[in-house]
């Protein structure tokens, strides 16, 4: 057979395959040598959100938007509305004497506190309060609703395992909290003391002998306020640290001493005046979200310029290295990963260089 007749051939046997659903394996791209998601490092300026979301609280009523929240949207994403291959993430802001009513999703959720005061989140009848730097979780299929019971407009953070979940074929939502019985069809009645668990919960080393333990995959402490991670920092601050992350520790749920919730980790991390950190890269994303200081992240050739409240992405896979710009000031970053979920998995796989520049295999 010709040269010619041969490729007639090869092309009408692959128009045929693919008629029938059928490609051919020598000829599809996925088996990359290293993960690629198409996420790119991205950084949120708090200055363009924070306008952005107060342009917002004029225009759309939280009747009209049950949330009212800017999507951040990873611009390599092709306009999907995640952060990452599997997170997502959005700023909410409810103006003063606003609720956002009762529903629930299988999706594992988390908010952290941003900006105001007077704000809280009702999860499954617990009432808990969020100021500034707080972080409450929101576990699967936990019913939840917010409010501002303060004199200003408050905002926070949410940061949710949405594209993990979508992707597992499990996302469900449920917005009919009026079937449940309560004395009000949209708002959850305050059914436990509140910040009820950070009562039973919230001093490290020590559980509640009178409470059964759960036994649930998620933490039963929902409230991790701001000021027990700070004081536990300023604690360790005379220690080396991680080489990559600097004074960097874990909400941990209680009972396990594992991750706050399944598929999510959360973090709180301190950099030392003038620190800059090793590098090094591993197959988790993580977002961050500056709580104090001014600095950057070199995430392999884009350079992330942080200060306060910014918001940005490291992907999978991607070097990266944190740098505190101030000379005499701590830098304070708060951190959400999908480390459990890809540890559970088998997946998880992590480098580091040393100083010298080699390139070594890190365990955790
Ligand atoms: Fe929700």
Not at 27 to 54: C, F, H, I, N, Q
Not at 63 to 75: F, K, Q, W, Y
Not at 271 to 298: D, M, N, P, W
Not at 315 to 321: G, I, R
């Amino acid at each position: 057979m010709s040269d010619v007749a041969v490729i007639d051939r090869r092309k009408a046997f692959t128009e045929r395959a693919q008629r029938a659903n059928l490609l051919e394996y020598w000829a599809v791209g996925y088996r990359t040598s290293k993960p690629e998601t198409g996420v790119v490092p991205y950084l949120w300026r708090w200055s363009d959100v924070k306008s952005l979301m107060e342009e917002a609280g004029r225009l759309v009523g939280i009747d009209e938007s049950e949330r009212r929240g800017l999507v951040l949207a990873n611009p390599g994403l092709g306009g999907l509305p995640y952060m990452t291959n599997t997170l997502f993430g959005d700023v909410q802001l409810l103006t003063p004497g606003e609720a956002a009513p009762a529903h629930r999703h299988t999706t594992s959720a988390s908010r952290f506190f941003m900006e105001g005061t007077g704000g809280y989140t009702t999860v499954e009848g617990e009432r808990c309060t969020m100021g500034p730097g707080d972080l409450v979780i929101n576990p699967s299929w936990a019913w939840h609703d917010h409010g501002n019971d303060g004199k200003d407009e408050i905002t926070y953070l949410n940061i949710l395992d949405v594209p993990l979940a979508t992707h597992l074929g499990c996302v469900f939502y449920d917005y009919d909290y009026a079937r449940e019985g309560d004395s009000d069809k949209h708002f959850q009645s305050v059914r436990k003391p509140i910040n009820a668990s950070h009562d039973l919960y919230a001093t490290g080393g020590i559980m509640p002998k009178f409470v059964t333990r759960s036994g649930k995959p998620y933490s039963p402490q929902l409230v991790y306020r701001w000021e027990s991670v700070i004081t536990a920092l300023d604690r360790m601050k005379s220690y080396r640290g991680d080489p990559y992350d600097g004074i960097i520790v874990e909400y941990v749920n209680p009972e396990s001493g594992g991750s706050v919730m399944p598929t999510m980790s959360f973090n709180m991390q301190l950099l030392k005046a003038g620190e800059r950190t090793f590098t090094h890269r591993h197959t988790a994303s993580t977002i961050y979200c500056v709580v104090q200081g001014r600095g950057y992240t070199q995430v392999e050739e884009t350079r992330l310029e942080w200060g306060r409240n910014d918001i940005f992405v490291v992907p999978s896979w991607s070097w990266h290295e944190h740098v505190n710009l101030e000379r005499n000031a701590e830098a304070l970053i708060f951190s959400v990963t999908d480390m459990p979920a890809v540890q559970k998995l088998g997946l998880y796989r992590e480098e580091g260089k040393t100083a010298e520049g080699e390139i070594v295999r890190v365990e955790r």
